[in-house]
């Protein structure tokens, strides 16, 4: 299995280009972790989503990692806030070295986060 250590040296640096919906294919890529993240905002609504972080195997992004949610229950993590983004930051990686997609329907749509929001993970 690959360490945290390795995947992140082997990361392209913050703020390079990231991989778009049409560079994953997660049929293809290999799943590294999968998890139900729950998170509560501020107005006590709690959001579940199943998260799956996969390791690109091939091509030009391979060894970079990216998260895929899939809704479950809740806010969909397009309608998160940045409270919401904090909170999440607490479960799962969001900065730069991960892009962050959501599965809708058979589509896989990239996440606008804004830079702001990818606080490093608190639990490192």
């Known amino acids: 299995m690959f360490s945290a250590k390795t995947i992140y040296q082997e990361s392209l640096p913050i703020g390079a280009y990231t991989p778009f919906g049409d560079d994953i294919n997660p049929k293809e890529d290999q799943l590294f972790e999968s998890r139900v993240v729950v998170i509560n905002d501020s107005n006590y609504i709690e959001s579940r989503h199943l998260v799956e972080t996969y390791l690109i195997q091939q091509g030009k992004f391979k ?7 899939t809704w479950i229950s809740g806010k969909n993590v397009i309608n998160y806030t940045s409270n919401d983004y904090s909170k999440l930051s607490e479960f799962i990686d969001i900065s730069f070295q991960f892009t962050i997609f959501m ?16 606080l490093p993970n608190k639990n490192n």
């Open 103 to 118: 599965r809708h329907k058979d589509e896989i749509l990239e996440m606008p986060i804004s830079p702001d929001d990818r």
């Open 63 to 69: 060894g970079r990692m990216y998260h895929l949610f």
